[in-house]
């Protein structure tokens, strides 16, 4: 748990993570223009505003972040941002602006858009704005006082779900009903602070995840069912559920303490043996027999309280089977009420009546279209017939060298003259120096090459 008055602070002398712009340390002239304060009005000089305002705004809302906290204080970030013994001027500026854009919401504001009648009990965890910065505020004067505490919108809905996620994965998520006091336990490293808590619960609540109820001067938080699902009012049931379980805590807790005493009582009885005393280890034995029937009578009355939990979560578990059930056939129900067994059978008809109609159609077109010839189909076959004995009968023209290939485009050679032969050979036989002299060489005679 937390300590009174305890805050999550920003710590200061810079940013200790070293997760700061490289500017930071690099350039004096452009850290000397950031940690200048803005002109009144941006319409003096918008590039030199908006420069300033990139650089500081997500810084801001980043080094919040790498911290882990939710709540901002315009002190806190000077410290946190000093550089060389300088404060940036600005910071105050760019808290409006976050303020003006919704990224950054008054802590005061943000407790009174919550509609919740548990927040009376806490109301003096948080503290109340001093007077002047509610008359500030009446003025119309937006200037963040230096004390105010100031809500990161996105970083505590970031924080509301770690605490979701936390408690769904948790052994208490059993029952939906968890006592306050454990759940913040449960919460203590992620919640800084008190405060940051209840910030939390209110922001869950917002989201309508949670609701809480006193119950016998102790406040019980109920949580929605699932992560998407909106949370019922505390019920009876609810309560009486709370109960059996505060019920078997505190059975178990006695059956744990007895048990201790018990075997205190057999240690004594021990050494009262080893030191000769039969009386007082008599008794010590006697008082551990009597602690052991203790045990055993809280141990039946603890067995009935987890057999009734036992059957009220098996009971939850039936509902919600019966609800799915319920749920299935109302949606069977409604997606048949337009089918009927009659209409089903004559929409099958219909499909039979238009299949039959198709093949009727497409065998039509198969017959063709004759345009007006009618041809004896008997006829051509006997012409036919008669074409294939004509063929048999007439020879076939074969060539005289079967082994020789035949070419059905071959060009004819051309027929050269005995008269031309013997003048390219006359030709010749000069060419080659008179190989065959004419006056003494008889004259072949060449047969013509067919």
């Known amino acids: 748990m937390w300590s009174p008055g305890r805050e999550a602070q920003a710590p200061t002398g810079g940013d200790p993570a070293g997760l700061l712009p490289p500017e930071w340390e690099e350039d004096e002239e452009r850290m000397s223009f950031l940690f200048s304060a803005f002109k009144r009005s941006r319409e003096v000089n918008s590039t030199d505003w908006d420069s300033k305002m990139g650089f ?51 802590e005061s504001d943000f407790m009174a858009s919550v509609d919740s009648s548990w927040i009376s009990w806490g109301v003096g965890v948080f503290l109340l704005k001093p007077l002047k910065w509610t ?32 408690y769904q994965n948790s052994p208490i998520s059993s029952h939906p009903v968890v006592a306050l006091s454990e759940l ?29 109820l006193e119950q016998n001067g102790e406040k019980i938080v109920k949580f929605a069912r699932g992560p ?20 078997e805590q505190l059975l178990s807790q006695k059956v744990e303490s007895l048990s201790q005493e018990s075997e205190r009582c057999k240690e004594e009885a021990r050494r009262a043996c080893r030191a000769g005393k039969k009386q007082l280890a008599l008794r010590s034995l006697k008082a551990k027999q009597r602690t ?32 799915a059930y319920q749920a299935g056939v109302g949606a069977l129900k409604l ?32 017959g063709g279209v004759t345009n007006g010839l009618d041809f004896d189909s008997e006829e051509l076959e006997k012409e036919l017939d008669i074409l294939l004995q004509d063929t048999t009968k007439e020879p076939l023209d074969l060539p005289d060298n079967p082994h020789e290939t035949l070419y059905t485009n071959s060009v004819p050679e051309p027929r050269i003259l005995d008269a031309e032969l013997e003048a390219e050979l006359e030709k010749l036989s000069i060419s080659e120096g008179g190989l065959f002299p004419s006056s003494k060489s008889p004259k072949r005679q060449l047969e013509p090459t067919l």
């Open 56 to 106: 500081w705004a997500p810084l801001v809302l980043s080094h919040s972040r790498r911290q882990g906290v939710v709540r901002l204080r315009l002190r806190d970030l000077q410290e946190a941002f000093q550089r060389k013994g300088s404060v940036p001027l600005g910071l105050a500026t760019v808290l409006q602006d976050l303020l003006r854009r919704g990224e950054l919401q008054r």
């Open 135 to 166: 008359l500030s505020n009446m003025l119309g004067d937006n200037k963040v006082p230096a004390e105010e505490v100031l809500v990161a919108v996105e970083l505590l809905k970031e924080k509301a779900e770690e605490v979701y996620r936390l």
């Open 184 to 212: 913040s336990t449960l919460c203590a490293n992620s919640c800084p602070d008190e405060r940051t808590f209840y910030l939390v619960l209110l922001q869950l609540q917002k989201e309508k995840r949670v609701t809480v």
């Open 228 to 247: 998407h699902a909106k949370v019922s009012p505390v019920n009876d049931v609810d309560v009486g559920v709370y109960q059996l379980m505060q019920s």
């Open 292 to 323: 052991e029937k203790r045990i055993e009578a809280l141990h039946a009355k603890l067995d009935t309280v987890q057999g009734i939990l036992d059957r009220i979560y098996a009971s939850q578990t039936d509902q919600m089977v019966f609800n």
């Open 335 to 366: 997606s048949m009420k337009d089918v009927t067994v009659e209409k089903a059978e004559s929409l099958v008809d219909q499909i039979q009546e238009l299949c039959d109609t198709q093949d009727e159609v497409s065998q039509t077109l198969a």
